[in-house]
């Protein structure tokens, strides 16, 4: 059943020829709108999260539905066919249920904010935002409990709803959904900067119309889609084979003592179509570590990882989505059946771009990325601060990026890369805790003719009686090395008690109670390198190495001898290179440190944890017959 869209005028509109000049000022004019989008939100809204971190995606899309500038791919199209009422002038649409809109969000925590864009009757546009909500309830602060067993347990769930009907805000739905917040003042204030910023966009758009006219406006954006189909076209011709390629890889554990849990993916192209098969996935987890991959949310991924290898003029938009098609199970891991708890999918999310690297890249090695987009590392601290006010951090970490064909990774950099970190006084001045360290981690980043980017040690000195809850992964299986490259670190978590005792964190925990003068080591892991080691300038190392990024034994690695004072000893190097080259075995397309088997064998020498257990499947998958 579709919605009923209430339009008072029903002309189709005209098909009009556009010059290149007009076509490039409209193109320009939406791009900025879409940067004014996110202004108008981290200016005005509360929450560190979105304020510093800019957790938050916009979206303007053509009057179909099809996003032309924003990131997260469009969902409006399978908004108005699933919803079962009117869409007119004046509504503004919000849900936080990824499984009512298949994913769209990924987790309760994400408020969806949809607009249509009407122009004398007609709609043009549809405007559209989500961010993340620091609290939306649910069993522990942050919204984001590891072992919740179903949706229910994760706080308050919004169907698609009209928050805005006729441009009056349902005041009393609106006083539901803060009453049933622990951080109500930032959820106010973070959803009346996402409107905001609709409001924008519609204002925008009809500064466009007003100057070109509205066919005009519709052909320019149906040509900005055209232009993005025969770019991508173009890539996918020349990067998808024909042949398939398959390739694995694993998230370490649920957070309730099991795992890994496998991923699995085979991609082939027939005719002009990319498929992109998840058959061979590990059935869906009974703790909330589950990720709802939206298709359309994969093709995102796939046209911003294509656009950025490539061609970054490309503007990226919905325009080649129906040049890719994407299967994925039901019951799996990543696409899970309802209610499923969902809120600590992040560790999947990152996961994706690895898989994706190592799937496609098999077939240019020398374009392939190591591991290390492999996670979106959480930290949330709340209690009473000793004036008896309620403090809540949400906070998103830094891991270190992977090397690429092109040069290094960046050391302790974002997954996303339009996040930024939450500034270090900003933290000290709004909630109760001190940074002690906030330092690179030294040869966390493989070994490799480009180093993979080291991970982020942030000491966390907490100055008030509270709970944390860490959320990451990494910890038992490295972010892989490439062509040679080395894998990088692990992450691991260190809290040191002011009593002096001293315990090692799982990498998903909650309800860990901390007390004034306690420490946590934050230890994020480090990317994978790419190639050859041995091929490194060995000045490079030195400089690395005078840049406390790795040490002199970690140089070693490289085949580089350093003296006392750092500096390089050649010949030695020289020797040491040579002996390495001899005696190694063949160099392999990937390096992962070792089979899962092996790692598990190792892990609590190398990480302080206990290894998982073998995951457990629900019985009732079997009787379904979806897993035999």
Same mark, same amino acid.
């Given at each position: 059943?579709?919605?009923?869209?209430?339009?008072?005028?029903?002309?189709?509109?005209?098909?009009?020829?556009?010059?290149?000049?007009?076509?490039?000022?409209?193109?320009?004019?939406?791009?900025?709108?879409?940067?004014?989008?996110?202004?108008?939100?981290?200016?005005?809204?509360?929450?560190?999260?979105?304020?510093?971190?800019?957790?938050?995606?916009?979206?303007?899309?053509?009057?179909?539905?099809?996003?032309?500038?924003?990131?997260?791919?469009?969902?409006?199209?399978?908004?108005?066919?699933?919803?079962?009422?009117?869409?007119?002038?004046?509504?503004?649409?919000?849900?936080?249920?990824?499984?009512?809109?298949?994913?769209?969000?990924?987790?309760?925590?994400?408020?969806?904010?949809?607009?249509?864009?009407?122009?004398?009757?007609?709609?043009?546009?549809?405007?559209?935002?989500?961010?993340?909500?620091?609290?939306?309830?649910?069993?522990?602060?942050?919204?984001?409990?590891?072992?919740?067993?179903?949706?229910?347990?994760?706080?308050?769930?919004?169907?698609?709803?009209?928050?805005?009907?006729?441009?009056?805000?349902?005041?009393?739905?609106?006083?539901?959904?803060?009453?049933?917040?622990?951080?109500?003042?930032?959820?106010?204030?973070?959803?009346?900067?996402?409107?905001?910023?609709?409001?924008?966009?519609?204002?925008?758009?009809?500064?466009?119309?007003?100057?070109?006219?509205?066919?005009?406006?519709?052909?320019?954006? !149906?040509?900005?889609?055209?232009?993005?189909?025969?770019?991508?076209?173009?890539?996918?011709?020349?990067?998808?084979?024909?042949?398939?390629?398959?390739?694995?890889?694993?998230?370490?554990?649920?957070?309730?003592?099991?795992?890994?849990?496998?991923?699995?993916?085979?991609?082939?192209?027939?005719?002009?179509?990319?498929?992109?098969?998840?058959?061979?996935?590990?059935?869906?987890?009974?703790?909330?570590?589950?990720?709802?991959?939206?298709?359309?949310?994969?093709?995102?991924?796939?046209?911003?990882?294509?656009?950025?290898?490539?061609?970054?003029?490309?503007?990226?938009?919905?325009?080649?989505?129906?040049?890719?098609?994407?299967?994925?199970?039901?019951?799996?891991?990543?696409?899970?059946?309802?209610?499923?708890?969902?809120?600590?999918?992040?560790?999947?999310?990152?996961?994706?771009?690895?898989?994706?690297?190592?799937?496609?890249?098999?077939?240019?090695?020398?374009?392939?990325?190591?591991?290390?987009?492999?996670?979106?590392?959480?930290?949330?601290?709340?209690?009473?601060?000793?004036?008896?006010?309620?403090?809540?951090?949400?906070?998103?970490?830094?891991?270190?990026?992977?090397?690429?064909?092109?040069?290094?990774?960046?050391?302790?950099?974002?997954?996303?890369?339009?996040?930024?970190?939450?500034?270090?006084?900003?933290?000290?001045?709004?909630?109760?805790?001190?940074?002690?360290?906030?330092?690179?981690?030294?040869?966390?980043?493989?070994?490799?003719?480009?180093?993979?980017?080291?991970?982020?040690?942030?000491?966390?000195?907490?100055?008030?009686?509270?709970?944390?809850?860490?959320?990451?992964?990494?910890?038992?299986?490295?972010?892989?090395?490439?062509?040679?490259?080395?894998?990088?670190?692990?992450?691991?978590?260190?809290?040191?008690?002011?009593?002096?005792?001293?315990?090692?964190?799982?990498?998903?925990?909650?309800?860990?109670?901390?007390?004034?003068?306690?420490?946590?080591?934050?230890?994020?892991?480090?990317?994978?390198?790419?190639?050859?080691?041995?091929? !490194?300038?060995?000045?490079?190392?030195?400089?690395?190495?005078?840049?406390?990024?790795?040490?002199?034994?970690?140089?070693?690695?490289?085949?580089?001898?350093?003296?006392?004072?750092?500096?390089?000893?050649?010949?030695?190097?020289?020797?040491?290179?040579?002996?390495?080259?001899?005696?190694?075995?063949?160099?392999?397309?990937?390096? !992962?440190?070792?089979?899962?088997?092996?790692?598990?064998?190792?892990?609590?020498?190398?990480?302080?944890?206990?290894?998982?257990?073998?995951?457990?499947?629900?019985?009732?998958?079997?009787?379904?017959?979806?897993?035999?």
């Amino acid at each position: 059943m579709a919605a009923k869209i209430i339009q008072t005028d029903a002309t189709p509109f005209k098909s009009v020829a556009l010059d290149s000049i007009a076509l490039d000022i409209i193109e320009n004019a939406l791009r900025n709108a879409r940067t004014e989008m996110d202004a108008v939100l981290f200016r005005t809204a509360m929450s560190p999260g979105i304020r510093e971190q800019h957790d938050a995606f916009p979206m303007i899309a053509n009057n179909d539905g099809k996003m032309v500038v924003g990131q997260f791919g469009s969902f409006i199209h399978g908004f108005v066919h699933g919803y079962e009422g009117t869409i007119e002038e004046g509504d503004i649409f919000l849900t936080n249920d990824p499984y009512s809109c298949n994913g769209a969000v990924s987790h309760l925590n994400d408020w969806l904010t949809m607009m249509p864009i009407y122009h004398k009757g007609r709609i043009v546009s549809w405007a559209a935002m989500f961010g993340h909500m620091t609290d939306v309830g649910g069993k522990v602060p942050g919204s984001l409990p590891t072992d919740a067993a179903q949706i229910f347990e994760e706080g308050l769930q919004i169907p698609p709803i009209k928050i805005y009907r006729n441009g009056k805000l349902n005041t009393e739905m609106h006083a539901l959904l803060l009453r049933n917040s622990r951080m109500p003042h930032w959820n106010r204030a973070d959803f009346d900067a996402i409107v905001a910023a609709l409001r924008l966009a519609e204002r925008r758009v009809h500064e466009i119309i007003a100057r070109f006219g509205v066919d005009e406006y519709i052909a320019a954006m !149906r040509e900005m889609l055209d232009r993005n189909r025969r770019a991508m076209s173009a890539i996918i011709q020349m990067v998808v084979p024909e042949k398939t390629q398959t390739f694995e890889d694993y998230i370490d554990d649920d957070g309730v003592g099991m795992g890994p849990y496998k991923i699995a993916c085979r991609m082939w192209r027939e005719g002009d179509k990319a498929i992109f098969d998840f058959a061979g996935t590990d059935p869906q987890s009974i703790s909330s570590v589950n990720f709802l991959l939206n298709e359309e949310m994969f093709k995102m991924f796939l046209g911003a990882f294509f656009i950025n290898l490539f061609d970054p003029q490309i503007l990226f938009n919905d325009g080649f989505y129906e040049l890719v098609d994407v299967r994925i199970p039901e019951a799996t891991i990543i696409k899970p059946r309802r209610p499923a708890a969902l809120s600590c999918r992040t560790h999947l999310l990152g996961r994706i771009f690895d898989i994706m690297g190592g799937v496609l890249g098999q077939g240019a090695p020398e374009a392939l990325n190591a591991a290390g987009f492999s996670d979106s590392p959480h930290l949330m601290y709340s209690g009473y601060d000793k004036n008896g006010d309620w403090y809540q951090l949400f906070q998103i970490g830094f891991g270190g990026i992977p090397g690429r064909p092109a040069g290094d990774g960046p050391d302790g950099h974002s997954l996303w890369p339009a996040f930024t970190n939450v500034p270090n006084e900003f933290l000290e001045s709004n909630f109760p805790l001190r940074i002690n360290e906030y330092s690179s981690i030294p040869d966390s980043g493989g070994a490799g003719k480009h180093r993979g980017g080291n991970g982020v040690c942030t000491a966390y000195e907490f100055l008030a009686e509270g709970q944390i809850s860490i959320h990451d992964d990494r910890w038992l299986t490295h972010p892989w090395g490439v062509n040679g490259g080395k894998p990088g670190g692990r992450s691991s978590k260190l809290l040191k008690r002011v009593d002096g005792t001293q315990e090692w964190l799982p990498a998903k925990c909650d309800r860990i109670k901390v007390s004034d003068g306690d420490v946590l080591y934050y230890n994020t892991w480090g990317g994978g390198g790419w190639g050859d080691p041995l091929q !490194r300038d060995a000045e490079l190392v030195a400089l690395d190495c005078r840049r406390g990024l790795v040490t002199k034994e970690g140089a070693l690695r490289y085949g580089v001898v350093l003296g006392a004072n750092g500096a390089l000893d050649s010949e030695a190097t020289q020797r040491l290179r040579t002996r390495i080259e001899a005696e190694r075995p063949p160099i392999e397309m990937f390096d !992962r440190g070792g089979t899962v088997e092996e790692l598990r064998a190792r892990c609590k020498a190398e990480t302080h944890l206990e290894p998982p257990k073998p995951p457990v499947f629900a019985k009732w998958m079997k009787k379904s017959g979806v897993f035999a």
